[in-house]
């Protein structure tokens, strides 16, 4: 799925916690190893509360898959 610029930002003013884009940043910044390591932890995160809410809540699950301006998938 891909998003132009301006429904990035929509989104991440609807649900993001704050204006950093760091795939943004470590497209410029391919050595910066930290905010790599951060970006897959924060996404590692969401998938594991993604599979508890599977196993604790399926229809819950579905309707954040459903949105589809997040562009979250199994």
Known sequence: M????DEKVEIFEKYGKGKTHLT??????HKDYTTARALK???GKRRRLLDYLIRKDINRYR???AQK??????
């Open 2 to 5: 891909h998003l132009n610029s």
């Open 24 to 29: 943004e940043h470590l497209r410029a910044n």
């Open 41 to 43: 932890a924060l996404v």
């Open 63 to 65: 309707a954040i898959i």
């Open 69 to 74: 301006e997040l562009g979250i998938r199994k």
